[in-house]
């Protein structure tokens, strides 16, 4: 059974921080690059980060320097740290696959705002 369970968004004024937090099934964690995908009102849907199982990260260049991404493989668990949030950021961030697997969790809203 396939789980994206997203976590940890919220409302945050300009030059704050989150953390985003997916928790995913073994049978699609192991082994394979995760990543995460934001979407804004309006907007397609656009990779932010992704690791490897390895940990050689990526960086979206909208985000680079203000993102951290990691994972746990012992707790199949992918972490976004998101610094110096700017009003861009307001999306519904998702976890996934990369390349994406068909199923998509339910995300967690990020709004940054004053």
């Known amino acids: 059974q396939v789980q994206l369970v997203e976590s940890g968004g919220g409302l945050v004024q300009p030059g704050g921080s989150l953390t985003l937090s997916c928790a995913a099934s073994?049978?699609?964690?192991?082994?394979?690059?995760m990543a995460w995908y934001r979407q804004a009102p309006g907007k397609e849907r656009e990779l932010v980060a992704h690791i490897t199982s390895g940990g050689t990260t990526w960086y979206g260049a909208s985000v680079k320097g203000r993102f951290t991404i990691s994972r746990d493989n012992a707790k199949n668990t992918v972490t976004l740290q998101m610094n110096s949030l700017k009003p861009e950021d307001t999306a519904v961030y998702y976890c996934?696959?990369?390349?994406?697997?068909?199923?998509w969790g339910q995300g967690t809203q990020v709004t940054v705002s004053s």
């Open positions: 996934n696959l990369v390349p994406a697997y068909s199923y």
């Open positions: 073994k049978n699609i964690f192991n082994g394979n690059a």
